[in-house]
């Protein structure tokens, strides 16, 4: 198996190399610091956990996946050898750039970098590069390890060959690659977030409370998550960046962040990650409690 590094320890970069060390590659996980490093090995032995109680992965594979992960603070160390590097980092334009362009000098000259951003053009970070043609998009979805999908993201000079390695190791992790062309949002946040800013537009407008717009949309649309939910879990920060690139990219209306977003986002109330969003939550408990917007 081709050895493969992932920038960020973070819940993506975590979910990643978790997916990729349990179907066999040789993984580096690269983080800034070691707590931050630390942290992300845990989450992936508590998670690989999880299968192990319903069965889906015994002890021993999970012992031997465990071992396959290798951790670094220096990036160039940990991309020396790679097929494929998978960054995961904030999303921050000006943080990826500067990534990239390292990623570039350190990596063979036949690896391929892949971002795992959610809306950062990836024309734009592959022009930092001098191998835009080996620049790509993979974007997993959180949870990585529950859910199928990979979107695979063509840049505009991305070389078709790239692309079919890209859809082949995707499938080969037990994902369902889909390819779509480099445009603002892609096609999953172009079609899920304003979806989610609709349901905060209902909440402001007072059509509905937190908990009815959510049960709307489960019970009515068999959603897993009600898109308020959905939010708090992605992030009301990365849900108002995501905006941002939508409104900035398209130029219409329609995907100006409702106000009341905004406001929260600027109060710090960004969802699961700091205890409340439109819902509170205790550490350790999966009990979420709806606020009162009135
Ligand atoms: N690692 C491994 N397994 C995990 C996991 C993790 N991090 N999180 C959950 N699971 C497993 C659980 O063990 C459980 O497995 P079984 O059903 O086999 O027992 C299963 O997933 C369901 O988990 P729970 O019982 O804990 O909770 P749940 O039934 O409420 O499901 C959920 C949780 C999977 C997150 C579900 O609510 C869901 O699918 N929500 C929507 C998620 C979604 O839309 N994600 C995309 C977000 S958008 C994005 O990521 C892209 C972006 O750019 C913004």
Redesign the pocket.
Known sequence: MQPVSIIGSGTMGN?IA?VFAQHGYPVTLIDVSPDALQKGLSTISK?MD??VA?G?LTLEKKSDAMSRIRTTTSLAAGVRESALVVEAATEDIQLKLRLFQQLDEACPSDCILASNT??ISITRIAAATQRPQQVIGM?F???????KLVEVINGYATDPVVTEKVVSWSRHLGKEPCVVNDYPGFV??RI?IPMVNEAIRCLHEGVADVASIDTVMRLGMAH??GPLQ?AD??GLD?CLA?LRVLQEGYGQPAYAPCPLLVNMVAAGKLGVKSGEGFYKYNPGS?EALPVSFQ
Do not use: E, T, W
């Open positions: 979910g978790h998670n999880r299968q319903k889906a959610s809306s974007h979805m959180n949870p990585v390890p529950v859910m999953a946040n899920l897993p998550m959905l879990f992605i990365v995501i999966k």
